[in-house]
């Protein structure tokens, strides 16, 4: 197996100049009301019990008359029951086909959740799970951020070409696709041959290394097997560029083993096995 050089990205021509970001509160488009409805239904399924108004305010840190207002809509619209003598709401059976769909797909022991916290805590840095979106990949959970203005959240976007993130998920891809992908970011041609070589070297290594944050932090990232949800799912951590280049033989072999851990004790292998029928 190959083993990632502590000091240079994996591969070569890595184009990490080009990097793009979005947080979730750039993209116009949002819809404050519905990311928040949302947000109110996975503060359920943290919980797992009835919650008051008070409690998912300050939990999603809205105002109390906002979090009232929002609550009485979904109550309208079914999606939430309320009961009166303990002032609690709950998710109603409207959403439980929804529920049973994401079962099926995803697994009903947070087990994805699961391989985070097992990574964060063996590698004590922070891990995302990514998942490509257009040209970007995205970011679905994180573990281990602080929350400071640069930290990673749910739903940042960070463009496939020149990440790390990105690199991995090229890796899984025949040439074709990789060549779609890089006519539609209109990609130079004289940068094409590198960023193939570079997804070369990640698919060879079986994870990619590299620069972020405009070189303060370094990455480390490995596609999980195909079939673990309907999307492709990337499996990141990422730190203090010094910090993780001094340490990148270990971590890269702490990421390769806790995921083979999980897949052998979560029974992962054979969920994937069986949403690829």
């Not at 309208?76 to 059976?93: G, I, V, W």
């Not at 998942?131 to 970011?139: A, C, E, S």
């Not at 290394?209 to 932090?217: E, F, V, W």
Request: hydrophobic share 40%.
């Amino acid at each position: 197996m190959t083993t990632l050089n502590d000091n240079k990205p994996t591969g070569t021509g890595h184009p990490a100049k080009n990097v793009k970001v979005k947080r979730p509160g750039e993209r116009r488009s949002l819809s404050r009301s519905a990311t928040r409805a949302l947000d109110v239904l996975e503060l359920f399924g943290e919980a797992r019990r009835p919650l008051r108004a008070i409690e998912m305010s300050k939990a999603l840190g809205l105002h109390p008359s906002s979090m009232n207002q929002l609550l009485k809509t979904m109550v309208e619209s079914a999606h939430l029951t309320f009961e009166a003598h303990f002032k609690t709401y709950l998710p109603s059976p409207r959403l439980a086909q929804f529920s049973a769909w994401m079962l099926v797909n995803y697994g009903g022991d947070e087990r994805l959740r699961g391989l985070l916290r097992k990574l964060n805590e063996a590698s004590a840095e922070v891990v995302t799970l990514t998942t490509p979106n257009d040209l970007y990949m995205q970011v679905l959970d994180v573990v281990g951020a602080e929350p400071t203005a640069e930290a990673t959240e749910r739903g940042l976007r960070i463009s496939i070409f020149g990440s790390t993130t990105g690199a991995a998920y090229l890796s899984t891809l025949p040439r074709t696709e990789i060549e779609r992908l890089v006519a539609r970011a209109r990609i130079s041609e004289n940068d094409v041959a590198p960023i193939l070589a570079y997804a070369a070297g990640v698919r060879e290594a079986g994870l990619a290394a590299g620069p972020s944050g405009r070189g303060r932090y370094w990455s480390v990232a490995m596609p999980l097997p195909a079939g673990l949800s309907p999307a492709p799912l990337i499996l990141g951590l990422a730190g203090p560029a010094e910090r993780i280049k001094q340490n990148l033989a270990r971590l890269q072999q702490v990421m390769r083993d806790t995921v083979e851990r999980w897949l052998s004790e979560s029974g992962a292998t054979d969920h994937a096995r069986g949403n690829r029928r």
